[in-house]
């Protein structure tokens, strides 16, 4: 998957990785596919509950070793 | 949209960060925050001051914190507040009899407060509110 956007949050703990998805998705445009990279253990399940409540579409969490790879497709 | 309430009444590191994140997590999360600063939690809202130290209990542990924020793996308390605030979502209040006994006056206060408020304000902000914490 080719992403628009690639915000790198790894090494960031809770809340860093969640804030700099949302300033990522806020300055994109509906439709464009954000990708955040991030380490902390709670960034799948944060970023799931954060979709959800949020309307943005994660369309996948993939895994590289310690790095968690979540795609989100930016609502309208 | 969902509300968060928080009663911050200490200004100790530990209690500001999960207090903040909180906060900041949720306006994120297209939810409403109102903090409500009271007591020693209202130091953390003077201008020019800044808390350094976590609880008394927890000393043995600072630098581990200490560590944590100069190597950038976790924001700063402020930052993280200004954050939410940035959202529009974020309300913060300043205590009215707390900075009457700390002999403040709202001009000694952080310019991203939005209002000094008494118990009965924030109760009407809170009543709503689907979480509700005090921070302490």
């Given at each position: ?7 790198d949050?790894?090494?960031?703990t809770?809340?860093?990785?969640l804030?700099?998805l949302a ?6 445009a ?7 990279l ?6 799948p ?5 954060w979709?959800a ?7 996948e969490?993939?895994?590289d070793g ?8 930016v609502?309208? | 949209?969902p509300k968060i309430?928080l009663?911050?009444a200490s ?7 999960p207090a903040?994140?909180?906060?900041t997590t ?9 903090l409500?600063?009271?007591f020693w939690?209202?130091?953390?809202l003077k201008?020019g001051y ?6 008394l209990?927890?000393q043995?542990y600072?630098?581990?914190l200490k560590?944590a924020?100069a190597?950038g ?7 993280v507040?200004?954050q939410g605030?940035a959202?529009g979502?974020?309300?913060i209040?300043?205590?009215s009899s ?5 002999g ?6 952080e310019?991203?407060v939005d209002?000094?408020a008494?118990?009965?304000t924030?109760l009407?902000?809170a009543?709503d509110?689907e979480v509700?914490l005090f921070?302490?």
């Amino acid at each position: 998957m080719e992403p628009d956007v690639t915000v790198d949050a790894t090494f960031q703990t809770c809340p860093g990785p969640l804030i700099a998805l949302a300033e990522a998705v806020s300055r994109a445009a509906p439709g464009q596919v954000v990708k955040l990279l991030a380490t902390d253990p709670a960034a799948p399940s944060d970023v799931r509950e954060w979709s959800a409540g949020t309307g943005h579409k994660l369309l996948e969490i993939t895994r590289d070793g310690d790095v968690y790879e979540m795609y989100i497709e930016v609502s309208g | 949209m969902p509300k968060i309430a928080l009663i911050v009444a200490s200004e100790r590191l530990d209690k500001l960060f999960p207090a903040v994140t909180l906060a900041t997590t949720a306006a994120i999360s297209g939810w409403e925050a109102e903090l409500f600063f009271t007591f020693w939690g209202l130091l953390a809202l003077k201008k020019g001051y800044e808390p350094s130290e976590v609880s008394l209990d927890y000393q043995a542990y600072q630098d581990l914190l200490k560590e944590a924020l100069a190597s950038g793996s976790m924001p700063g308390w402020r930052t993280v507040l200004h954050q939410g605030v940035a959202t529009g979502r974020v309300k913060i209040y300043a205590c009215s009899s707390s900075l009457g006994m700390f002999g403040m006056t709202a001009d000694d206060l952080e310019e991203y407060v939005d209002s000094v408020a008494g118990a009965a304000t924030f109760l009407g902000k809170a009543k709503d509110a689907e979480v509700t914490l005090f921070v302490s």
